[in-house]
């Protein structure tokens, strides 16, 4: 039987144990300390055992497509060998790295952001296809802003696709293990791939799952061409199952099974299948309604300038808790998805999404219904909890998908855990040595 300490490759790169730490942002933007930045986020990782760590999606231009602020930008090559150290430093502890690359299209921040957009007022917003009306009415609420929009040429993708490649070339060259495409979570590959927002005719368009995926394919093709044989490429993949009745039209679960198999035939490494909206909403980091960090003082000027006025920011906030009612967050809700997704393909499938619990990571490997298994915000809480789920019986985490790390990073604020009961918690294992070995390690 498969177990969380068996060893798996991902195409070449073989990982010491089946535990991975899912994209989370770790707003290093592109900071003169980025490279210290991610070290902080992603050491304590490596250093306790993870097998798996993909970095926080991070940005292939050097403009626009910005899905939330702090996002970093691997556009630059001076920028990106200086997080050589950092590379280093998280691969020393024997974790493999992979990055995150990515870009929003119609889903970036300009449209919810009130500061960035002002700060910004000529960001063209770049679409995959006309939007469909629903979105466009939004427009003309104070729920989203409008954005000055383009639609993309043949040309104007294909040269996107090359410059996922070069992005991955520059990660390649400062000594990444990996690429993660952004590829669900409303990014430009899930726009690609949905009905609901992309009726082209053209090259990029088609009825089928596989003529939508002609994007994924240059990008796969590009990444090959700037990296050496065998540099290992995953991929999220979209169900957008949770899609609101207005989108209807919605990858379903049939879909994702094709796009995995699109993914497979495009040379891709592994697969992490996810339920999402087809827009951005909370159904990929289901939880609570986050209350504390709606009232933390000290966002509130931040908040400010993100939503421009009181009111729209009571109006988001509603909005937030309704959500946050809507959509339950079962204990691994991708688990049924990603089982049927591997039925179909021969990559490793990754799942994520709510697992807290050891004896349920154990589950899903027993019942196969995925090759590995991660969790995202259980790191925020306890950046050291690989030794906890890898060493103690019956392990649990603390999170308790309370969502509080997630709203003050719309405001830019760093990626961590604020829940006092959480950080209280944390400080007591700390002092019992749960989240190290004996000897101090
Ligand atoms: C604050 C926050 C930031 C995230 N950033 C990313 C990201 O950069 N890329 C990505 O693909 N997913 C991102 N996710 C989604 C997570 O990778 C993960 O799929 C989701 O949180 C569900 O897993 P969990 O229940 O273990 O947190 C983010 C989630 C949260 C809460």
Redesign the pocket.
Known sequence: MVSLEDPISIGPVALDNRLYR????ECAANDPDAADILQRHLEPAAATGTGLIFQ??CLVTAEGGRTAPGLTRVHDDSFVAGLEPAVEAIQDHGAQLFC?IGHGALQSMELWHTGYREAHPDLTTYAIDDPPWWLRALWHTPILHRPDLEVMSEHRLATLAERFGEAAGRLYEAGYDGIHL?G??ASIFQQLWSPVFNGRSDAYGGDSIDERSRFLREVVTAIRDHTEPGFPVTT?IPCESEAPGVARQALDEQDTVQIAKACQAAGIDAVVP?RVGATRDQS???GRFPDIAWNDDRFQSDYDDVFGSSWRKRLIRGLNRLAAKAIEPEPAWNADLCKRVREAVDVPVLC????RERSQMDQLLAEGACDAV?????FYAEPRIAHRILHEAGARVLCE?C?N??IP?IAGAD?VCRTPTIMAQRGEYAKQGRYDEPDGD
């Open positions: 899912a994209p989370l942002l926080g999606a995150q952004a669900a979570n999220k996810v990929v980091a289901r994520e999404g709510g697992i991660g969790m995202a915000r259980p998908s969502n790390c997630t990073q990626g």
